[in-house]
C-alpha cells in the first residue's frame, strides 16, 4: 500500500501538503524528526498564537456582517496575557503591544474591506481545504495525496478595480473565484504587480484547487509610538483623506498629530521653517518663533490635524496576482518530486543531514538544528514536546495550514 511514512500511531500516512515539502527540502533529517519521529516545537512564539488570533477576528467579522472583529481578537489574544512561556520579537516587544498593534490591524481591516474584493457574508470561505492524488493509480505512490487549507476562498465581483481585467467573453458565472493568504509580517512584502503569482505557496494552492486567481492579505507589524516622519494610516475619514490612505506626521503638539501626504511635504515644511547653519558648521531647522510660527501657518493650509487613535502605524496590504498554467502545473511537479523523495527515503531508512552553517544555506538558527543536530538538551527540553497517539492528529492538522 503507498504511504510515505509509518507515523508514531504505527498506521501508514498518505497526506503530503506544502509546509511539509519544504521541511524535506531544507533538510531531510529535519523531516525525519518533526513527521516521522512527532518532535513538535511548543507553541512559545507570540507570532504564531498572535498570527491565530488576527484570522479569527478577520474570519469573525465576515461572518458576523462587519461586526464584533475588534473585541473578538482582543478576547482571543487575552487568553495569552499572562503566559509566561511565549517569546516575543524587538517589534512584538511583549502582550500589551501586540494587543496594540493587534487593535489597530482590525480597526484598520475594518475601515478598508468595503473597498477590496473580499466580501462580507457567504460568498467569503474561510478554511477550506483542497487535496489532490498526485500519482493516481501508480503502484508505488498512488493514494498519497498532496493537500492544503485556503485561509480565504473568495467569489469576487468580475469588475473589482483592484484586480487584474479579464474580456467579457472569457468570464464563467457571477462570479471570480479566488484564493486570499493571510499572513502576518514583520516586514512590507514587495509590492510589485502581480508579485503575488510568483509565491510558491499560492502556486501549489492554485494547482490543488484550479484557481489561478491568487492574493496575500498582509498584516505588517509595526513598532507603537509616533515621531516627526513617521508613515501612519488613517483608521476613518479626516477631511480629504479616506480609511487606509497613508500620510506623514509632520508635527506632533501634545496630543495632535499633524499629517501631510508624503516625505516631499516634510522637505518643503523645512524649507519654509529655514536653516542655519551652528559654530560647528552644522545645519540646522531654525528654532525662532518667527521660523515656527511660519510653520504653523505652512501646517494650517497643507496637513490635517488627528489624534493618535484615528491613525496607525500598522500596515495592510492586498497584492494580488494570476498564476500562469505552467506556474501551477511546475507546483505539482514540484509535490510530486517531493512525495518521490520523501517515499523512497522511508523505503531505505536514509533521511541525510543537509542542514548548513553559513550563507547561502545557514541553518544555525533552526530550531531542530539546535536540539537535534547540535544535541542542546535543555534547548530541546525548553522548546519540543514529542507527540503522541492522541496529539499526532493536531500535528497534521496544524500542518496543511
Same mark, same amino acid.
Not at 86 to 109: F, Q, S, V
Not at 272 to 286: A, F, H, M, R, S
Given at each position: 500500500m503507498p504511504h510515505l511514512y509509518i507515523n508514531v500511531k504505527g498506521e501508514p500516512w498518505k497526506k503530503h501538503s506544502y509546509s511539509a515539502g519544504n521541511t524535506f527540502d531544507q533538510c531531510p533529517l529535519k523531516y525525519?524528526?518533526?513527521?516521522?519521529?512527532?518532535?513538535?516545537?511548543?507553541?512559545?512564539?507570540?507570532?504564531?498564537?498572535?498570527?491565530?488570533?488576527?484570522?479569527?477576528?478577520? /474570519?469573525?467579522?465576515?461572518?458576523?456582517? %462587519?461586526?464584533?472583529?475588534?473585541?473578538?481578537?482582543?478576547?482571543?489574544?487575552?487568553?495569552?496575557?499572562?503566559?509566561?512561556?511565549?517569546?516575543?520579537?524587538?517589534?512584538?516587544?511583549?502582550?500589551?503591544?501586540?494587543?496594540?498593534?493587534?487593535?489597530?490591524?482590525? &480597526?484598520?481591516?475594518?475601515?478598508? /474591506? @468595503?473597498?477590496? =474584493?473580499? @466580501?462580507? %457574508?457567504? &460568498?467569503?470561505?474561510?478554511?477550506?481545504?483542497? +487535496?489532490?492524488?498526485?500519482? @493516481?493509480?501508480? =503502484?508505488?505512490?498512488?493514494?498519497?495525496?498532496?493537500? $492544503?487549507?485556503?485561509?480565504?476562498?473568495?467569489?469576487?465581483?468580475?469588475?473589482? =478595480?483592484?484586480? =487584474?481585467? #479579464?474580456?467579457?467573453a472569457m468570464r464563467k458565472g457571477p462570479y471570480r473565484q479566488m484564493i486570499v493568504d493571510i499572513k502576518t509580517s514583520a516586514v512590507k512584502y514587495p509590492d510589485t504587480p502581480g508579485i503575488a503569482a510568483q509565491d510558491t505557496q499560492l502556486r501549489r494552492y492554485s494547482w490543488l484547487s484550479g484557481m489561478r486567481l491568487v492574493a496575500f492579505l498582509v498584516f505588517v507589524k509595526t513598532s507603537l509610538g509616533y515621531k516627526k516622519g513617521s508613515d501612519v494610516r488613517f483608521l476613518e475619514p479626516v477631511g480629504d483623506y479616506k480609511p487606509g490612505d497613508e500620510g506623514v506626521i509632520a508635527k506632533i503638539d501634545g496630543d495632535?498629530?499633524?499629517?501631510?501626504?508624503? !516625505?516631499?511635504?516634510?522637505? *518643503?515644511? *523645512?524649507?519654509?521653517?529655514?536653516?542655519?547653519?551652528?559654530?560647528?558648521?552644522?545645519?540646522?531647522?531654525? /528654532?525662532?518663533?518667527?521660523? +515656527?510660527?511660519? #510653520? !504653523?501657518?505652512?501646517?494650517?493650509?497643507f496637513a490635517v490635524q488627528v489624534t493618535p487613535d484615528q491613525v496607525t502605524k500598522q500596515r495592510v496590504q492586498f497584492l494580488v496576482g494570476v498564476v500562469s498554467e505552467k506556474g501551477a502545473e511546475d507546483a $505539482?511537479?514540484?509535490?510530486?518530486?517531493?512525495? #518521490?523523495?520523501?517515499?523512497?527515503?522511508?523505503?531505505?531508512?536514509?533521511? @541525510?543531514?543537509?542542514f548548513g552553517v553559513r550563507y547561502p544555506h545557514d541553518d544555525t538558527n533552526d530550531s531542530y538544528f539546535k536540539a537535534?543536530?547540535?544535541?542542546?538538551?535543555?534547548?530541546?527540553? /525548553?522548546?519540543?514536546?514529542?507527540? !503522541?497517539?492522541?496529539?499526532?492528529?493536531?500535528l497534521f492538522k496544524e500542518d496543511i495550514e
Open positions: 525525519y524528526y518533526q513527521k516521522v519521529l512527532g518532535w513538535k516545537e511548543r507553541d512559545n512564539k507570540a507570532r504564531f498564537q498572535f498570527g491565530k488570533a488576527l484570522e479569527e477576528a478577520i /474570519q469573525y467579522h465576515h461572518d458576523h456582517d %462587519g461586526q464584533g472583529a475588534v473585541e473578538h481578537f482582543k478576547t482571543i489574544w487575552a487568553a495569552n496575557k499572562d503566559s509566561n512561556i511565549l517569546t516575543y520579537t524587538a517589534t512584538e516587544k511583549d502582550w500589551a503591544t501586540c494587543n496594540r498593534m493587534g487593535i489597530d490591524m482590525i &480597526r484598520l481591516y475594518v475601515a478598508i /474591506q @468595503p473597498t477590496l =474584493p473580499i @466580501p462580507l %457574508g457567504g &460568498r467569503s470561505v474561510f478554511q477550506r481545504e483542497y +487535496k489532490k492524488e498526485v500519482f @493516481p493509480g501508480d =503502484p508505488n505512490y498512488g493514494e498519497i495525496e498532496d493537500a $492544503g487549507k485556503l485561509d480565504i476562498v473568495v467569489y469576487a465581483d468580475w469588475e473589482h =478595480p483592484l484586480l =487584474p481585467r #479579464v474580456a467579457e495632535k498629530l499633524s499629517i501631510v501626504r508624503g !516625505d516631499f511635504m516634510i522637505a *518643503e515644511m *523645512e524649507r519654509i521653517q529655514g536653516k542655519k547653519t551652528d559654530k560647528n558648521g552644522v545645519e540646522k531647522l531654525e /528654532q525662532t518663533d518667527i521660523a +515656527k510660527e511660519r #510653520v !504653523d501657518v505652512w501646517l494650517k493650509q $505539482g511537479l514540484i509535490a510530486g518530486r517531493q512525495i #518521490v523523495s520523501i517515499v523512497n527515503a522511508s523505503k531505505s531508512k536514509q533521511w @541525510p543531514n543537509t537535534f543536530v547540535m544535541g542542546d538538551e535543555n534547548f530541546k527540553n /525548553q522548546n519540543f514536546i514529542k507527540t !503522541d497517539e492522541e496529539t499526532l492528529d493536531d
